[in-house]
Protein backbone atom coordinates (compact mmCIF):
# COMPACT_ATOMS: atom_id res chain seq x y z
CA UNK A 1 0.00 0.00 0.00
CA UNK A 2 1.54 3.39 -0.88
CA UNK A 3 1.03 6.79 1.22
CA UNK A 4 1.39 10.19 0.46
CA UNK A 5 1.86 12.47 3.61
CA UNK A 6 2.10 16.50 3.51
CA UNK A 7 2.97 18.34 5.38
CA UNK A 8 3.99 22.33 5.38
CA UNK A 9 0.65 24.27 4.87
CA UNK A 10 -0.67 26.76 6.74
CA UNK A 11 -1.76 30.85 7.07
CA UNK A 12 0.99 33.33 6.01
CA UNK A 13 1.45 36.83 5.32
CA UNK A 14 1.57 38.33 1.55
CA UNK A 15 5.41 38.27 0.95
CA UNK A 16 6.12 35.33 3.12
CA UNK A 17 7.34 31.89 3.01
CA UNK A 18 6.14 28.19 3.30
CA UNK A 19 7.88 24.68 2.90
CA UNK A 20 5.68 21.70 1.82
CA UNK A 21 7.15 18.74 2.43
CA UNK A 22 5.47 14.73 1.23
CA UNK A 23 7.13 11.78 1.71
CA UNK A 24 6.06 8.52 0.03
CA UNK A 25 5.96 5.15 1.78
CA UNK A 26 4.98 1.67 0.66
CA UNK A 27 6.88 -1.36 0.02
CA UNK A 28 9.14 -2.25 -2.66
CA UNK A 29 8.28 1.54 -4.72
CA UNK A 30 10.04 3.60 -7.34
CA UNK A 31 9.83 6.85 -7.39
CA UNK A 32 9.43 8.12 -11.11
CA UNK A 33 8.48 11.85 -10.22
CA UNK A 34 6.97 13.50 -7.42
CA UNK A 35 5.54 17.34 -7.45
CA UNK A 36 3.03 19.52 -6.42
CA UNK A 37 -0.63 20.89 -7.99
CA UNK A 38 -3.19 23.35 -6.21
CA UNK A 39 -6.23 23.84 -6.60
CA UNK A 40 -8.16 26.97 -5.29
CA UNK A 41 -12.26 27.25 -5.31
CA UNK A 42 -14.34 26.74 -8.42
CA UNK A 43 -10.60 26.34 -10.41
CA UNK A 44 -9.64 23.20 -11.73
CA UNK A 45 -5.98 21.50 -10.40
CA UNK A 46 -3.33 22.58 -11.72
CA UNK A 47 0.28 21.64 -11.77
CA UNK A 48 2.90 23.89 -9.66
CA UNK A 49 6.18 22.08 -10.31
CA UNK A 50 7.52 18.83 -10.46
CA UNK A 51 10.83 16.75 -10.38
CA UNK A 52 11.80 13.09 -11.65
CA UNK A 53 14.48 10.84 -10.87
CA UNK A 54 16.92 12.74 -13.27
CA UNK A 55 16.42 16.15 -10.73
CA UNK A 56 14.67 17.41 -14.02
CA UNK A 57 12.31 20.30 -12.65
CA UNK A 58 9.37 21.66 -14.35
CA UNK A 59 7.27 24.88 -13.24
CA UNK A 60 4.09 26.67 -13.28
CA UNK A 61 4.63 29.98 -15.16
CA UNK A 62 3.09 31.81 -12.22
CA UNK A 63 5.50 30.58 -9.86
CA UNK A 64 8.54 30.51 -11.83
CA UNK A 65 11.06 32.46 -9.86
CA UNK A 66 9.56 32.07 -6.37
CA UNK A 67 8.99 28.40 -5.88
CA UNK A 68 11.30 26.13 -5.73
CA UNK A 69 11.02 21.91 -5.51
CA UNK A 70 13.57 19.67 -4.69
CA UNK A 71 13.75 15.78 -3.63
CA UNK A 72 15.41 13.74 -0.91
CA UNK A 73 15.82 10.77 -2.99
CA UNK A 74 17.01 8.45 0.37
CA UNK A 75 13.71 9.52 2.04
CA UNK A 76 11.50 9.85 -0.70
CA UNK A 77 10.77 13.16 -0.02
CA UNK A 78 9.86 16.26 -2.11
CA UNK A 79 10.01 19.68 -0.96
CA UNK A 80 8.03 22.98 -2.10
CA UNK A 81 10.18 25.94 -0.96
CA UNK A 82 7.63 28.70 -1.55
CA UNK A 83 8.84 32.29 -0.95
CA UNK A 84 7.14 35.72 -1.84
CA UNK A 85 3.98 34.18 -1.89
CA UNK A 86 0.62 36.02 -3.12
CA UNK A 87 -3.03 35.89 -2.45
CA UNK A 88 -3.51 34.22 -5.32
CA UNK A 89 -1.36 31.26 -4.39
CA UNK A 90 -3.91 30.19 -1.80
CA UNK A 91 -5.01 26.55 -2.63
CA UNK A 92 -4.80 23.32 -1.45
CA UNK A 93 -1.72 21.89 -2.48
CA UNK A 94 -1.98 18.33 -3.52
CA UNK A 95 1.25 16.49 -3.70
CA UNK A 96 1.06 14.03 -6.84
CA UNK A 97 3.60 10.96 -7.33
CA UNK A 98 4.38 8.54 -10.32
CA UNK A 99 5.49 5.34 -8.70
CA UNK A 100 6.74 2.30 -10.32
CA UNK A 101 7.40 -1.31 -9.09
CA UNK A 102 10.24 -2.82 -10.81
CA UNK A 103 8.43 -3.17 -14.12
CA UNK A 104 7.88 -0.38 -17.47
CA UNK A 105 5.47 2.57 -16.23
CA UNK A 106 4.01 3.77 -13.03
CA UNK A 107 1.44 4.45 -11.14
CA UNK A 108 -0.08 7.75 -10.14
CA UNK A 109 -0.88 8.45 -6.06
CA UNK A 110 -2.23 11.69 -4.84
CA UNK A 111 -1.62 13.07 -1.02
CA UNK A 112 -4.61 14.28 1.08
CA UNK A 113 -4.06 17.83 0.50
CA UNK A 114 -2.60 20.65 2.77
CA UNK A 115 -4.49 24.03 2.63
CA UNK A 116 -2.19 27.33 2.26
CA UNK A 117 -3.87 30.60 2.78
CA UNK A 118 -2.01 33.73 2.13
CA UNK A 119 -3.75 36.86 3.64
CA UNK A 120 -2.80 40.23 1.62
Known amino acids: QVQLVESGGGLVQAGGSLRLSCTAS????????MGWYRQAPGKRRELVADINARDNTNYADSVKGRFTISRDSVKNTVFLQMDSLKPEDSAVYYC??????????????WGQGTQVTVSS
Open 96 to 109: NADIGFGWPGGYDY
Open 26 to 33: GTGIMINS
